[in-house]
T-cell receptor, first 112, second 115 residues
């Protein structure tokens, strides 16, 4: 079945460092891909998405490119801030059944 | 404001005492879902509903019930809670479409402790 694998955390970085959180997926066809973010004490919220190969999703300085050849959707940010400390979830949905599949989440700590 | 609300936000209860966690959305979404979040296990889907009077089991439905009598509400019922149901619960909703690309909106979470 379909699945999402993301790097285990926690990831700890200093402020202004470059961030990459890896995400790979296993799925047939052409799923839509998402990154959700969960700030402390809150529910998940959509960070960015991409719906077809080579699409780049971007928001709040974060970017991720849908790479079908490597089945990846890695999250990147050029210069992280303390306020980016959160848990990040990679996810996919398939057109055929509307089911959303989440990775296990990656906790990010940014040190001032 | 578009939102998903859950109540209560925090609940401590004892084994076997029936409880209900309410969920309501104001976006006219067809799809609603319940998840539990546990350390190291990520989000696991409990139940979901594609529309009024249509519900289906997710990955971990044992010990839970749901109902969908109105489009906006999707309560989660624990008939006889046990300590292994101690968790953080999220309700979510979204539109349904052929593209599969619709954003899912999450409630703020309910932290349940069963002693």
């Amino acid at each position: 079945g379909d699945s999402v694998t993301q790097m285990e955390g926690p990831v700890t970085l200093s402020e202004e460092a470059f961030l990459t959180i890896n995400c790979t997926y296993t799925a047939t066809g052409y799923p839509s891909l998402f990154w959700y973010v969960q700030y402390p004490g809150e529910g998940l919220q959509l960070l960015l998405k991409a719906t077809k190969a080579d699409d780049k999703g971007s928001n709040k300085g974060f970017e991720a490119t849908y790479r079908k050849e490597t089945t990846s959707f890695h999250l990147e940010k050029g210069s992280v801030q303390v306020s980016d400390s959160a848990v990040y979830f990679c996810a996919l949905t398939q057109n055929r059944d509307d089911k959303i599949i989440f990775g296990k989440g990656t906790r990010l700590h940014i040190l001032p | 404001e578009a939102q998903v609300t859950q109540n209560p936000r925090y609940l401590i209860t004892v084994t076997g005492k029936k409880l209900t966690v309410t969920c309501s959305q104001n976006m006219n979404h067809e799809y609603m879902s319940w998840y539990r979040q546990d350390p190291g296990l990520g989000l696991r889907q409990i139940y979901y509903s594609m529309n009024v009077e249509v519900t289906d089991k997710g990955d971990v439905p044992e010990g839970y019930k749901v109902s969908r009598k109105e489009k906006r509400n999707f309560p989660l019922i624990l008939e006889s809670p046990s300590p292994n149901q101690t968790s953080l619960y999220f309700c979510a909703s979204r539109l349904i479409g052929t593209s599969g690309s619709y954003e899912q909106y999450f409630g703020p979470g309910t932290r349940l402790t069963v002693t």
